[in-house]
């Protein structure tokens, strides 16, 4: 199956939020459709984690070199979705052309998803006791449209397509502002980031020298998501290993009488 | 030990328990999300529409379901279409809580914020009654005040038709006229943020100053083209009091902080260096400007020109054309000719002619330029020298693919007309006007009024009383509303004594906010017409629910910061809420009630009989040739029409050229200095400084708690108005980046004892009672003499809108409330952030 | 024939519940800590919920039962650990699980029981079961303190969870390991006193301490 990806290029985008905005609203327009609220109810209530996409702001420097740099926190669509594998109520689905979706009504809010991310991604409501994070508009993309945020960016800065595309047109960017600005540019996400991430099917364009800032840290790592992903499994060995051994004593033991 | 259980229930449970396999174990509830399908979006209703978050009516489209506005697009049949986060937040504006419900009758004091309900009969009556009295006695005297109204192609001939001339616009708290004559100069009339494009996608490089076309964001077209222009790699600079992080956030730009107010040294220093290294466009200047014209060096006036009459075929009228012919010095034949006879005129150099001295403009603008040098410029903006010139550097290196952009909001200290001047030498100097990759003027659409055309009424209008007699020779007299209350001040021409306010906030949006209410009581009625609460509200007698843009038909609208010709439609989508009415009923209701019933039936029967319509048909009748493609079905299907870019910039100059030497300022200078005019050195056609009015007053040095208050735009935000700040969606985001807060640079809040993320009480030195709380940012992205708050977060000074309006944010400061009932010398601006802050802990 | 005690009633109590809630942790945990291959045991606590919230799926509404039920049982736990770990730590002096004698003649010892069926050479605990004791003490606290952490997560940062989540799985795969080992070494025929001195009397026969756990009856000698 062909599979779809996001890009997000940092050069382009005028930090207006417009995508931020969208997302809550298309949200919200999702609650009404599905009949949980009529749109006035809806448009009244506080839900900042409905907008899945958001801005951090962080500055760094001193005067008058000071600079802030804006992260724009979304999921990343991991290929190998650490979440999707920790959630013990199995609501978080990888659909077959990579986008990670978490199914609201399947969540128990227990937040393994934001223990397992090494970005930060989910979005915990004490309110109504569920995560939230982006899941591509996964229903407008079944449909034939593209995301609400890619829709609502004014600088085209958001970019969605097949995989194929989005990796071209990263591409063309990062190397054309190479050119203009002169300085290094970077397409995270386009190969493995981490043996607990692999790729990520949104990938971000950027100076190569900001992206740490940005929380995109080279390997993505978080030294305890892998740990445990290794304890996970040599604990099973080990039990298997002991269970064995039992077994084994077990057998051993039969027909055996103590001395004395 | 004996579990209590009666018997019934455990028979249940045991039960339940034993045939427990055999209930279906699935998923007991279906999943809340579903994908949208055909039918969902079958349904939905695709509305055009002009948004009006902000003033610029970037055409949208609603989405409509179920009666309901549930999402906005951008409109995807422009080149260049979108629309920003206020926008798409339109939804939670339309069904806000907070909206004018019903007309409202004021019960307590101007101020008080006591209101009761009357109908939208008695409300009318109430307003006819006093205006039918004024248009007996002084018709003038009603002064109406529009802010992208509900009511255009309605209003503007009703009001001429009552008599009045007094329909002004704000531009002077925004454009007007430090911008508009600064940049006007040139061109020989005013050019306003609405006539000149920067060609971002093409340019190779570009200084922004005082401009943050991401903050001050105008989707349509300048925020789309600046993105473009971001893609394709543009470098920028940015000389501003605070980083704009919607401009310049990213690889290959720089920040260079500014002291407030001083930015005409900047660009003087600039213009100074371009000089200096020759790096200026020479044969531009020759032949596309007046650079070349000889002048007496003492006088400033053009050696023996003459001016020319002729009469030209405009259309179907005759008009008489004015053209002024000017001697310049032609090195081949080594003496004075006319331009046109010249084959090598000079562009610098002094010469004898029949015994006088005569030098050429350009060498009086050199003259001029010399002391502006960029350590000169270094001490006054703190900019340093060697920045100063990396940039002059730049510019010429990549010109004409350059800007000095030539900015919006510009009246904000009272030196606004020599800043924008200096920016328009820098750009002429570089020759980058109505050229690819630099600065193009944007082409104007003419449709038909809605109504037959009505004329101006000959009565006094007051701003052109002020402009022609009170010595502020460049008021544009169809923006200064700051004027009808200096007016009201002065009693000069006139006292008005009703003010119709259609949408404008003149409280809250005017420098100088509580000066301005104590000059009221000389009004006999204010109505406000909004669909929010507001400052200008509170003081209302009479309150008018507005509708907000989806719930109206409107005229076709052509005024957009376009590249290229457009024409937008704004179609109904949805009903009005409650009592909600849009203006141009309104406007018909008084033009029954107030207009004889002939006059009523010339101008108004055939829109009341055809509606929008007739009013649109009107609109574009027998302009199919001139606008090719232009019908009402496209435009109700589309949204939209556009035509070919344009770069050309029209010039009204004397000298039919760009007068790099303007004409038009050194008329007025003469006349100023022959008065003995104190500002009159703000007139002069060659480069100079002029001081804003606080650095005049503290000799350039703050003391330790004083600063001054600078704001800006935030594409989360749009002025005062209700729709953007009192959002409950876009108040989410402003939560998570505080978007509230007031900047302060971090070595002058420790000297304060100021921590971040304190409340804080802000005042102006002149007048300590008046003050606001705002909570604190301490940040290094801010200038050490400067606070930097997005415009119009907060109630400010007047809290009692907190009260209408529930989701405003608990502090927030708006500059107008702090400022002066002060004008800009010559031009009218409302310099509202030239006047001393202070601030210390709540 | 003369009884010593080898576990006072508070020991034998402790023990009891605490075997009680490993059951509980162990049931309601593995379809967190392997959801895939669990799942199926949250049916068990969904069904009889369901009676009263219809509304949810076996999967939202078991594993919020679930959860319910390993809190509980770790208050519980934490509840009764208290006051028997301030017990203990008054009696330190009479701890039987310090080490005696080297690694390896501990081990020798071990295998000789264990392997050649022959009474060996222990103090009251062998090197296993001393070695069992001091990792469940261990594992316990870790336990308890990462349980709380995750249980509380609020008021924590999600790279405090990140590390809580870690030992608190490191704590479960140590207890998967030894347990059933211990459990099987507590139902083994080798083992039939001990059994009986924790379950029914709380004592070994005096014999029995003689021939197999020499190293204590020379300890308990010396005392009196």
């Known amino acids: ?260 | ?842 | 024939m003369q009884e010593i005690q080898t576990f006072n009633r508070f020991q034998r109590t402790f023990h009891m519940h605490y075997l009680h809630f490993m059951f509980v942790f162990f049931l309601t945990g593995l379809p967190q800590v392997a959801p895939h291959a669990f799942r199926w045991l949250l049916y068990f606590f969904w069904i009889p919920f369901t009676w009263f919230s219809p509304e949810t799926t076996y999967l939202s509404g078991g594993m919020k039962v679930a959860m319910v039920f390993h809190r509980l049982a770790g208050l519980g736990l934490i509840v009764y650990a208290i006051p028997f770990a301030l017990r203990e730590i008054k009696n330190m002096a009479s701890w039987q699980i310090w080490p005696e004698g080297g690694m390896a003649e501990g081990i020798r010892e071990l295998l000789k029981h264990y392997i050649g069926f022959k009474p060996a050479n222990f103090g009251k605990y062998n090197i296993g079961q001393k070695f069992l004791a001091w990792t469940t003490i261990v594992t316990t606290a870790i336990m308890i303190v990462t349980g709380c952490i995750l249980m509380f997560k609020d008021a924590f940062e999600p790279n405090t969870w990140r590390w809580a989540r870690f030992f608190h799985d490191v704590g479960f795969f140590i207890f998967l390991v030894i347990l059933p080992i211990h459990i099987y070494m507590a139902l083994h025929p080798l083992n039939r006193k001990g059994y009986r001195a924790m379950f029914e009397t709380g004592t070994f026969p005096e014999e029995y301490v003689k021939t197999h756990h020499p190293k204590w009856w020379g300890k308990l000698q010396r005392k009196l």
């Open chain 1, 1 to 260: 199956m062909t599979r779809v990806s996001m890009l997000y290029d940092m050069q382009a985008c005028v930090r207006c939020f417009a995508c931020s905005v969208q997302c809550g609203i298309e949200n919200r327009a999702r609650l009404a459709r599905d009949g949980r609220g009529n749109t006035e109810k809806v448009l009244a209530d506080r839900r900042p984690e409905l907008r899945y996409i958001f801005p951090i702001l962080r500055v760094g420097g001193t005067f008058p070199t000071a600079m802030p740099v804006t992260e724009l926190r979304h999921c990343m669509h991991c290929e190998n979705a650490p979440c999707a594998r920790r959630c013990p109520a199995a609501a978080i689905e990888v659909k077959p052309y990579g986008v990670v979706v978490l199914h609201e009504e399947k969540c128990i809010g227990c937040r393994a998803c934001l223990e397992a991310c090494p970005f930060d991604v989910p979005n915990f409501n004490a309110k109504f006791g569920k995560t939230y994070k982006c899941f591509m508009c996964y229903d407008r993309i079944e449909a034939g449209l593209s995301p609400a945020c890619v829709e609502a960016c004014l600088a085209k800065a958001l970019y969605f397509g097949t995989r194929e595309e989005v990796l071209e047109e990263a591409y063309r960017r990062a190397e054309n502002y190479e050119k203009h600005l002169g300085e290094k540019f970077q397409v995270y996400g386009a190969e493995k980031v981490s043996d607990a991430t692999g790729y990520l099917h949104w990938v971000t364009v950027g100076p190569a020298a900001y992206l740490e800032d940005y929380a995109l840290r080279p390997g993505a790592e978080r030294g305890q998501i892998e740990a445990l992903d290794a304890v996970r499994t040599i604990g099973w060995v080990l039990f298997g290993a002991s269970a064995a051994g039992i077994i084994g004593h077990f057998l051993y033991s039969l027909g055996k009488e103590e001395q004395e």
């Open chain 2, 1 to 842: 030990m004996e579990a209590k259980i009666s018997r019934r229930k455990f028979l249940k449970l045991s039960g339940v328990a034993a045939f427990s396999p055999f209930i279906r174990l699935g998923d007991v509830v279906s999943p809340r999300t579903k994908a949208p399908t055909p039918t969902d979006f079958g349904v939905e209703k695709r509305v055009p529409l002009r948004c009006r978050m902000c003033a610029q009516q970037c055409p949208a489209i609603g989405i409509v379901k179920d009666g309901k506005l549930i999402k906005m697009e951008a409109n995807p049949h422009l080149p260049y279409s979108g629309i920003c986060g206020r926008s798409r937040s339109t939804p939670a504006a339309v069904y806000n809580p907070d909206r004018l419900k019903y007309p409202l009758l004021r019960v307590g004091k101007r101020g008080e914020g006591k209101f009761k309900r009357i109908s939208w009969e008695e409300a009318l009556d109430r307003i006819a009654k006093v205006l039918k009295k004024y248009r007996k006695e002084a018709p003038e005297k009603v002064v109406y005040l529009p802010r992208f109204t509900s009511a255009a192609g309605i209003d503007k001939p009703f009001w001429h038709l009552y008599g009045t001339p007094n329909i002004i616009s704000y531009a002077d708290t925004c454009h007007s006229a430090g911008h508009d004559w600064g940049l006007g100069g040139y061109f020989g009339r005013p050019i306003s943020p609405g006539a000149v494009w920067m060609d971002y996608p093409n340019a190779k490089f570009g200084v922004l100053a005082m401009r943050n076309p991401g903050g001050g964001l105008c989707v349509y077209q300048f925020g789309t083209f600046f993105a473009e222009g971001k893609r394709n790699g543009l470098r920028l600079v940015s000389v501003d009091v605070r980083f704009p992080n919607e401009s310049i956030e990213g690889a290959g730009h720089r920040w260079l902080p500014i002291r407030p107010g001083t930015d005409p040294a900047f660009h003087l220093a600039l213009a100074h260096v371009i000089v200096k290294k020759k790096g200026y466009d020479e044969a531009y200047l020759i032949e596309k400007t007046n650079a070349c014209m000889l002048i007496d060096p003492e006088t400033l006036e053009p050696f023996k020109a003459v001016i020319e009459e002729k009469e030209e075929k405009k259309g179907d009228k005759t008009v008489k054309k004015r053209t002024m012919r000017y001697l310049v010095w032609d090195e081949a034949q080594g003496k004075a000719v006319f331009k046109s006879q010249a084959s090598k005129p000079a562009l610098l150099g002094e010469f004898e002619i029949e015994g006088k001295k005569v030098i050429t403009a350009f060498e009086a603008i050199s003259r001029a330029l010399e002391r502006y040098t960029p350590q000169w410029a270094e001490k006054i903006t703190t900019v340093p020298a060697k920045e100063i010139e990396a940039i002059a550097e730049e510019l010429i290196k990549n010109k004409p693919q350059v800007f000095v952009d030539t900015g919006w909001y510009s009246e904000r200290y009272a030196n606004s007309l020599r800043q924008f001047h200096a920016i328009g030498l820098v750009n002429t100097l570089l020759g980058c006007w109505e050229k690819k990759g630099g600065i193009g003027g944007i082409p104007k659409v003419k449709l038909h009024g809605v109504l037959p055309k009505v004329k101006k009424p000959k009565r006094i209008q007051i701003t052109k009383y002020y402009q022609k007699k009170e010595g502020y020779p460049f008021i544009i007299p169809k923006a200064g509303r700051r004027f009808v209350f200096e007016a009201l001040r002065t009693g000069k021409p006139y006292e008005p004594k009703v003010i119709f306010a259609m949408g404008q906030n003149f409280i809250g949006g005017s420098a100088g906010s509580v000066e301005l209410i104590k000059l009221l009581d000389k009004v006999e009625l204010i109505v406000c017409m909004t669909p929010f609460m507001d400052e200008s509200c509170l003081y209302a007698d009479i309150i008018l629910p507005d509708t907000m843009f989806p719930e109206r038909n409107e005229a076709l609208h052509v005024k957009f910061k376009q590249s290229f010709p457009t024409v937008a439609m704004n179609m109904k989508a949805v009903e009005p809420p409650f009592e909600a009415r849009p203006g141009d009923w309104v406007m018909v209701e008084l033009a029954k009630r107030v207009l004889f019933s002939e006059e009523f039936e010339k101008y108004f029967g055939d829109f009341v009989r055809g509606g929008w319509e007739y009013g649109w048909r009107k609109q574009l009748e027998g302009l199919d040739e001139k606008y090719p493609g232009i019908t009402l079905e496209r435009l109700k299907k589309e949204g939209v029409w556009y035509g070919k870019q344009n770069y050309k910039i029209k010039k009204k100059t004397l000298t039919h050229e760009i007068e790099i030497f303007s004409l038009t300022f050194l008329e007025t200078y003469k006349k100023f200095k022959e008065k003995g005019y104190p500002f009159a050195e703000y007139a002069n056609p060659l480069p100079s400084w002029a001081p804003p009015f606080w650095w005049e007053e503290k000799k350039g040095q703050l003391a330790e708690d004083e600063f001054i208050l600078t704001t800006g735009f935030s594409p989360l935000n749009s002025f005062t108005g209700g729709q953007t700040r009192n959002n409950p969606l876009l108040r989410e985001i402003w939560d998570q980046i505080g978007l509230d807060r007031l900047w302060i640079h971090p070595e002058r809040a420790q000297k304060l004892g100021i921590q971040d993320g304190d409340v804080v009480e802000v005042f102006p030195a002149h007048n300590p009672e008046i003050r606001a709380t705002a909570r604190v940012w301490i940040t290094p992205l801010v200038h050490p003499d400067a606070l930097f708050t997005y415009y119009g977060v907060g109630a400010g000074v007047f809290s009692q809108l907190k009260k209408f309006l529930v989701f405003l944010p608990e502090h927030g400061v708006n500059m107008n409330h702090f400022s002066k009932l002060h004008f800009a010398p010559l031009q009218g601006g409302h310099a509202t952030q030239d006047v001393i802050i202070k601030i210390r802990r709540a």
